[in-house]
């Protein structure tokens, strides 16, 4: 199995693989083919500990691309967020998420996407 997709814990939960395909269907269609592809990457960054190795500073960046017929990863649609924690206070950079693919608007892929932060 390739590295990204083997088991990944934190405290006894699973996390999301660091690189993933997003299948996106129509919120009122699921049993339809998809309506979209997106590539999904997860890094993580552990900034600052405290004495009893804690993570008192962190950051997550979601980046998304979005695949096409004729997928060309310098000109497909894409983009990343950022979030933060400090001290038990998160940030996500901008206040929400916002992706720029109109024919996803609605589809909950925000929401998603949020949610990954979330976790």
């Known amino acids: 199995m390739l590295p990204s997709f083997e088991g990944d814990y934190r405290d006894s939960c699973p ?35 405290d004495q009893t190795g804690s993570v008192k500073e962190a950051s997550i960046r979601l980046y998304f691309s979005e695949i096409t017929a004729y997928y060309n990863l310098r000109s497909s649609p894409q983009g990343s ?3 933060t924690c400090s001290d038990n206070e998160v940030s996500l950079t901008g206040g929400a998420v916002f992706l720029d693919l109109p024919k996803l608007y609605g589809q909950y892929v925000g929401t998603y996407l949020m949610n990954e932060i979330i976790k």
């Open 81 to 83: 967020f950022r979030a």
């Open 15 to 49: 996390i999301s693989p660091k690189i993933y395909l997003l299948e996106v269907k129509h919120k009122e269609r699921l049993t339809e083919p998809a309506i979209d592809w997106l590539f999904v990457e997860r890094e993580e960054i552990n900034h600052r500990y």
